[in-house]
């Protein structure tokens, strides 16, 4: 069973957990078909990057990518059922989780984010959103304090949530995945390094659950 952990810095919860090796390794083969297949996407996302493409994959590695993010979703939502519990006065809410069920729309989409790129402040359609971090270089995390910039609040390549006042900065790394509700304000900062990070984004419309 994977582990994982949901952060709750606001009232939005933020789900996190991170891809074994076998699940890595998909995500890897998908990105590589993707990159052949070069469906651009860009016309439809908010983000200020040059590379941003349609998922492209075969019907195995469809099935095992559902499979992969079904188990995520299925605990992001029991998590969610037990803070409900747990906030009822009525204690009747059952936070067993048998099965979910959703469709992905359009289908994920993959950023080759690259040197002084980034994802401005957005939200996204759907009931919940996922980012998965297929690759992400060392050189960026290392970027917070290698770069020589007066601040108290260095930020290269994070990815930052929003709500009302708060807001709450991740420093990525490979193999990161991220739940969190589709309308969530979040956005990622562009970094200096000459190297390029891969990472999938998908949303979950039309979720239900017993």
């Known amino acids: 069973m994977e582990l994982y952990n949901v952060l709750l810095p606001f009232g939005p919860s933020i789900y996190h957990s991170v891809a074994d090796s076998h699940e890595q390794s998909l995500l890897n083969a998908i990105a590589e078909s ?11 996302l908010a983000g200020n990057i040059k590379t941003q493409l349609t998922v492209s994959y075969n019907e195995i590695q469809q099935l095992s990518f559902l499979r992969f993010i079904n ?15 747990q906030n009822t006065i009525v204690n009747n809410v059952d936070p ?11 289908g994920p989409w993959i950023n080759y984010q690259r040197q002084h790129e980034f994802n401005p402040v957005h939200k996204h359609a ?5 980012i998965c971090m297929i690759n ?25 949530f929003q709500n009302n006042n ?28 000459d ?16």
């Open 71 to 85: 188990s995520h979703i299925k605990n992001y939502v029991k998590e969610r059922m037990i803070r409900v519990q």
């Open 96 to 106: 067993t989780v048998n099965a979910v069920q959703y469709d992905l729309g359009s």
């Open 136 to 160: 992400v270089p060392i050189e960026i995390a290392g970027e917070v304090n290698s770069v020589p910039i007066d601040s108290n609040m260095r930020c290269s390549g994070q990815l930052e």
């Open 166 to 193: 708060h807001t709450h900065k991740i420093i990525p790394k490979t193999g990161d995945i991220f739940l969190f509700d589709a309308d969530l304000q979040h956005q990622v900062y562009p970094f200096s390094s």
């Open 126 to 130: 759907g009931a919940l959103s996922g």
């Open 34 to 44: 993707t990159t052949r297949s070069n469906i651009s996407k860009g016309k439809d």
């Open 195 to 210: 190297v390029v990070r891969i990472t999938m984004s998908f949303n979950v419309y039309n979720l239900t659950y017993n």
